[in-house]
């Protein structure tokens, strides 16, 4: 299920950087969430300068390098885990695009396990173990 798309500008990023942001984000995301690395999924969408505006203009004017990116997860994950990715993400593409820090945004989306398929089956029957086990664990405080 850990899914996060970065957004870039295009040809602001060498092939050799893409690189090292996606493997990056799947480390973290299977660390953070303690998930097998082969649920993990990390994608790179371009946008030409032309059409991403930072800042009030097009940063084919501007220059202006702000990636944003979002996740997902599904929903009963412990906000620390959520907030531990947001930063861990945030810090990735500082590191690795040498990029402001504070022209970088993110967002988690929750998806309730109903919701999700994997293989055309709903996550709350392929995982039905580990969505109730995060469900105790947030019932009793231990999450």
């Known amino acids: 299920m850990p899914i996060i798309n970065f957004h ?3 040809g ?3 092939p050799a950087q893409d690189e090292r942001l996606l493997l990056g984000a799947c480390r973290l995301y299977a660390q953070v969430l303690d998930a ?3 649920r993990v999924r990390a994608f ?6 032309s059409q991403m505006a930072v800042a009030g203009d097009l940063v084919a004017h501007n220059g202006l390098h702000a990636p944003w990116f979002d996740f997902i ?3 009963g994950r412990p906000l620390v885990q959520r907030q531990h990715l947001l ?6 593409i500082v590191d690795v695009l040498g990029v402001r820090r504070e022209l970088v945004r993110g967002c988690c989306r929750r998806v309730q396990p109903e919701d999700w398929a994997i293989g055309g089956e709903p996550a709350s ?5 580990e969505v109730d086990a995060r469900a105790r664990a947030a019932a009793s405080g231990a999450a």
Not at 125 to 129: A, G, I, T, Y
């Open 44 to 49: 790179i969408t371009s946008h030409r300068p």
């Open 36 to 38: 097998p690395m082969d």
């Open 125 to 129: 029957v392929l995982r039905k173990d």
């Open 87 to 92: 930063r861990g993400f945030t810090d990735l």
């Open 12 to 14: 602001l990023s060498t």
């Open 73 to 75: 997860v599904l929903d």
């Open 8 to 10: 870039l500008v295009e």
